[in-house]
């Protein structure tokens, strides 16, 4: 985990042979708020992109790289004092090429707040 106490993982559910339903809790208390933005904290892009790579690499047991990112569309602003439990869904695909590719939607509640398809490289 790059950012230490980040998140906690609170379910892992494999829905099948590449889909993935993980509930994280976002610790609302952590440094990155205090500067993203004091008095009123928005979840950075960045560290949700970080997260969704952690999540893959724990599902494939690999080290991965970025190698491209698109469709990222950033639907809601998460704010974790007021949601900070998120459910994200994977769905994971390893190419012949031994490339990872990840489709994901993150949910708070209802409410899409991230949708963002990549492809990683395993090292």
Same mark, same amino acid.
């Given at each position: 985990m790059v950012l230490k106490d980040f998140y906690k993982i /609170?379910?892992?559910e494999k829905i099948n042979d590449t889909k993935y339903s993980i509930t994280i /809790?976002? $610790?609302e208390k952590h440094e990155?708020? +205090? @500067?993203?933005? &004091?008095? $009123? &904290?928005?979840? &950075? @892009?960045?560290?949700?992109?970080q997260i969704i790579k952690e999540l893959s690499e +724990?599902? %494939? @047991?690999? %080290?991965l790289m970025i190698q491209t990112l698109t469709n990222v569309k950033f639907m809601a602003l998460i $704010? &974790?004092?007021a949601t900070p439990?998120?459910?994200l869904e994977l769905d994971i695909v390893t190419t012949e090429e031994d490339l990872v590719k990840v489709k994901n939607t993150t949910?708070? $509640?209802? %409410?899409v707040?991230?949708?963002?398809s990549n492809v990683y490289k395993k090292l």
């Open positions: /609170l379910s892992e /809790l976002v $610790n990155v708020f +205090k @500067g993203h933005f &004091p008095g $009123n &904290p928005i979840m &950075p @892009g960045v560290c949700m992109i +724990k599902i %494939t @047991g690999a %080290t $704010n &974790p004092d439990e998120l459910r949910y708070f $509640n209802e %409410t707040a991230l949708k963002l």
